[in-house]
Every structure is written in C-alpha cells, then in structure tokens.
C-alpha cells in the first residue's frame, strides 16, 4: 500500500514538472530535452530539472 501512494505522488510531480516546462520560456528543443530528461530518469531528473531546468513562464 504504502508503494502505491508513492507512486501516486510520483506521478503527479512528474505531471506538475512536465506542465512547467511546457509553460516556461524556454526554447521548444529545450523543452523537449527537459521532459525527455524527466520522463526517461524519474528521480535523478527530477532533482536536476529542480536545480537547473528552465526558470520563469511566459
């Protein structure tokens, strides 16, 4: 049970994190990149987007 909810919660910051990338000004290969990044790696790419993924929407 207690891996299903972490899954859950996983899943709706995966969701949260693909969402403000597609808002952010970014360019649109940039975007590509970082959900790509996001989608393949789910944890570690999650921290790197988190730290160094594009900043600010438009």
């Known amino acids: 049970m207690f891996e299903s909810i972490l899954g859950i919660l996983h899943l709706i910051v995966v969701i ?3 969402l403000s ?3 952010s000004g970014a360019s649109t290969g940039a975007k590509l990149l970082w ?3 996001v989608l393949l790696l789910p944890l570690i790419g999650l921290i790197i987007w988190f ?3 594009p900043k600010g929407n438009v």
């Open 35 to 37: 959900s790509l990044l």
């Open 16 to 18: 949260w994190a693909v």
């Open 51 to 53: 730290f160094a993924g």
């Open 21 to 23: 990338i597609l808002k």
